[in-house]
């Protein structure tokens, strides 16, 4: 296996090797892709039905998820939260997003208005990577541009939610084995609006916010478009693949405005899901009995 992320295979038992000079090389692609917005696949067979094509062989898809793998070692160690002395059960969230697919931002107003609704019920710890786009939040433990790859992945195990746009922490919520069990699965709650078709990106056990059939733009699956907020770096997604629909916002939360050009704007597909709506799909968790809120607020120091 080889990848830009090689990280994300440590442990797992079906690799033999990350690098054999003598195996066979499959530019592995996911061109289901294209059959996404109308036909009934989800993501994790884009690259199955590739690969089956590419060694005639047929590779059943067997659990609705991804396959990440921890060490027992990993298992034994401490989250970054509890080396912090933070003692609670926390969500991740993530409140921004790569710079190449703007129209995946929401609001980082609502993020924190969802953030001071369960202040002293959940404690959020905020991830991303430094050179994307994180307007910092504010009662969340900050752990922006603290994490590799592998230190993420942890972190997500020691979780028991994430809340997230569409992106690698919706996948890994999915992906990465459960260390609170119960329950079975990890709480998520997913603010996807209507750029990807939701039975392509969906997970059973996730609340899925899109708007899909409510525009125009994305009323036969998803409009696929990349950009809102412009970024200004040369790509052509700056002038050839932007939301039909933007709306700029004014925010309370401070911006990084060294991450884009022009006024911040974001999908109105993201626009139409409220705080009120991801307040209302977190605390269904909770109403069901899956997870319990912290009875004393924080346990331990904020840092």
Not at 101 to 120: C, I, L, M
Request: glycine letters at 8%; aromatic letters at 10%.
């Amino acid at each position: 296996m080889r990848t830009p992320c090689p990280h994300i295979w440590e442990n797992n038992p079906h690799i033999t090797s990350l690098d054999d000079d003598e195996a066979e090389v499959i530019d592995c692609e996911y061109p289901l892709i294209h059959q996404s917005n109308t036909s009934a696949y989800h993501f994790i067979h884009g690259f199955v039905q590739h690969v089956e094509r590419e060694l005639k062989l047929r590779i059943p898809v067997t659990e609705f998820k991804g396959d990440i793998h921890l060490s027992d070692l990993e298992r034994s160690w401490m989250s970054q939260v509890e080396e912090m002395g933070v003692e609670n059960r926390f969500w991740i969230i993530v409140a921004g997003g790569k710079l190449d697919f703007t129209a995946k931002w929401w609001n980082p107003d609502s993020y924190q208005e969802v953030v001071d609704h369960f202040r002293g019920k959940i404690t959020f710890v905020q991830v991303g990577e430094d050179h994307h786009f994180h307007p910092r939040l504010q009662r969340v433990i900050d752990l922006v541009g603290k994490t590799d790859l592998r230190q993420f992945i942890r972190l997500v195990y020691h979780s028991v939610g994430v809340l997230a746009p569409i992106s690698f922490p919706m996948h890994a919520a999915a992906a990465v084995p459960v260390r609170h069990c119960p329950p079975k699965n990890r709480g998520a709650v997913i603010i996807a609006g209507g750029r990807e078709p939701p039975q392509w990106e969906a997970y059973p056990h996730h609340r899925f916010l899109c708007t899909n059939g409510a525009l125009e733009c994305c009323d036969n699956g998803g409009c696929w478009k990349s950009r809102c907020t412009l970024v200004g770096d040369g790509d052509p997604k700056d002038t050839e693949d932007l939301c039909l629909m933007p709306a700029t916002v004014r925010t309370k939360t401070p911006l990084p405005r060294d991450k884009f050009t022009g006024p911040f704007k974001i999908a109105k597909c993201m626009q139409m899901i409220t705080a009120e709506q991801v307040i209302r799909a977190i605390e269904q968790y909770y109403e069901g009995g899956v997870l319990k809120y912290d009875e004393n607020g924080r346990k331990g120091s904020q840092k």
